[in-house]
């Protein structure tokens, strides 16, 4: 994975509830096994008509809006468990999804994949939802080292991570990563314990 970047961006309105995972990328497109290509079909029967016409009033349609971050409504990545939400998402290029409520498996999935989802306040996301409709070019900073999400020209809030999961982002690890980056600590366990000596290794 790449490693996340703090960033300043223009964010990507999705005022929508309940957006579940069927929607960000229906069962039909589950057939790859690898990472790849997902973005294209992400939102797909929002983004498209079923003759494969782009739908012109839907977001990811509309060149008023762009930028590597998603902000959507309440309760977002809910339904079924599939890890190729995630993928679509970050295969379209948002590194960074914002609402005041993830639900969890997606939550895990998107942390695994490169994915930052920040859950703020219901008052912070309607304030961000504002800004962008009063002025498509406004921009949002992520610090991820401090925890801090601000809103060009207005507040700001802390957000909460997994220390593990902030440190494998910051270092572009997934866990397989990140077992290989201490194969010689656990190496060097490894010949101490004592099934080494019993063995006489």
Known sequence: MEKFENMTSRVVPLPIEDVDTDQIIPARFL??????????????DWRYLSNGNPIPDFV????????????????????SSREHAAWALYDFGFRVVVSSFFADIF????LNNGLLPIQVSEAFL??????????????IEVDLEAQII???????????????KKMCLQNGYDDIDY??????KIEAFEKKAPR??????
């Open 150 to 164: 601000s809103l060009q020209g207005a507040g700001q809030e802390r957000f909460e991570i997994d220390p593990y």
């Open 196 to 201: 080494y000596f019993m063995m006489g290794l």
């Open 107 to 110: 939550r895990g999935n998107a």
């Open 179 to 184: 077992l290989l980056s201490q194969k010689e």
């Open 60 to 79: 990811l349609n509309d060149s008023t809006y762009a930028g590597k971050i998603l902000v959507a409504g309440r309760n977002f990545g809910c339904g």
């Open 126 to 139: 309607q304030e961000i939802f504002r800004a962008v409709e009063d002025d498509p070019s406004v921009e």
């Open 31 to 44: 057939k790859a096994v690898t990472r790849e290509g997902f973005g294209e079909n992400l939102f797909r």
